[in-house]
């Protein structure tokens, strides 16, 4: 019965660390430290939330 109780436990923790398939939002193209979820130019790692905006003509943030 012991097994039994932690088996749920156990297919948890491997669906939360070891499934890549629901991680296509979680992607950083870039490598700024942003995913594709909230980076809004994921191909620039100038180009994320937190960067300020500059007077490029780019939206940097
Ligand atoms: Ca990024
Ligand atoms: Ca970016």
Redesign the pocket.
């Given at each position: 019965m012991f097994s039994t109780r932690l088996l749920p436990l156990m297919l948890l923790a491997a669906c939360q660390s070891g499934d890549i398939s629901v991680s296509h939002v979680e992607v950083d193209?870039?490598g700024?430290g942003?995913t594709v979820a909230v980076?809004?130019?994921?191909?620039?790692?100038?180009?994320?939330p937190d960067?300020p905006e500059r007077c490029d003509g780019a939206d940097n943030d």
């Open positions: 193209n870039d700024d942003y980076d809004c130019d994921d191909a620039h790692a100038t180009v994320n960067a």
